[in-house]
């Protein structure tokens, strides 16, 4: 069974910087996109970035670009997300997902597994 595991969340000052990790456990972590999400309350999950299976190539929508990066070291089953020059409407449970297929690595319902998310709180 596979299993993903977010750790590094917590509370920090606008404008500065955070890293959530989250391990996969249970499958072949190289067979799988991984991508990260985020949902604040009363809010949608959105999709904040995934790196393919190498890690080659790495998506970020706009709002994100410029601040936050993904990489994974396949070595330790585990995908990053660096997140710098946070602000407060960054504020939201963060979580990641592998993807097994091809499809397209924004829409949510393309991800097979799911973390239990971490919570990022970003003070002003």
């Known amino acids: 069974q596979v299993q993903l595991v977010e750790s590094g969340g917590g509370l920090v000052q606008a404008g500065g910087s955070l890293r959530v990790s989250c391990v996969v456990s249970g499958g072949t972590f190289t067979y799988y996109a991984m991508g990260w999400f985020r949902q604040a309350p009363g809010k949608e999950r959105e999709f904040v970035g995934a790196?393919?299976?190498?890690?080659?190539?790495?998506y970020v929508p706009d709002f994100v670009k410029g601040r936050f990066t993904i990489s994974r070291d396949n070595a330790k089953n585990t995908v990053y997300l660096q997140m710098n020059n946070l602000k407060p409407e960054d504020t939201a449970v963060y979580y990641c997902a592998a993807k097994r297929t091809t499809a397209s690595v924004v829409p949510l319902n393309n991800y097979d597994y799911w973390g239990q998310g971490t919570q990022v709180t970003v003070s002003s």
């Open positions: 790196t393919t299976y190498s890690g080659g190539n790495i």
